[in-house]
Nanobody, 125 residues
Framework: QVQLVESGGGVVQTGGSLRLSCAAS????????MGWFRQAPGKEREFVAA????????PYADSVQGRFTITRNNVRNTMALQMNSLKPEDTAVYYC??????????????????WGQGTQVTVSS
């Protein structure tokens, strides 16, 4: 079992920055991929970014490439998403997720078997 707890959401103006964090329980954190997904009202959950077990592979959605940065700290069992140059279309509930079956990150939410409770990010225009 893995428990994931997100923090760091909030309200920010267009062009601002936020940093989301995800804390994971367990002793095998470095052996599996992690990811961030988001879901806006009335829309399906979508991939944002993911990271391999050692942090060396970090795919991003085209919509956030160059603005968001995903990192992980395998000593502290944490993952972060630094979000810069935020836009109103980034408004959503953001979820961190763990894929304990894969070391390399995947883009499909179906591959992730543990999820956090979500944290709201609102970007005002």
């Amino acid at each position: 079992q893995v428990q994931l707890v997100e923090s760091g959401g909030g309200v920010v103006q267009t062009g601002g920055s936020l940093r989301l964090s995800c804390a994971a329980s367990g002793r095998t954190f470095s052996t599996y991929a992690m990811g961030w997904f988001r879901q806006a009202p009335g829309k399906e959950r979508e991939f944002v970014a993911a990271i391999s077990g050692n942090g060396g592979i970090t795919p991003y959605a085209d919509s956030v490439q160059g603005r968001f940065t995903i990192t992980r700290n395998n000593v502290r069992n944490t993952m972060a998403l630094q979000m810069n140059s935020l836009k109103p279309e980034d408004t959503a509930v953001y979820y961190c997720a763990a894929d304990r079956n894969n070391y390399r990150p995947t883009l499909s939410s179906d591959d992730y078997d543990y999820w956090g409770q979500g944290t709201q990010v609102t970007v005002s225009s």
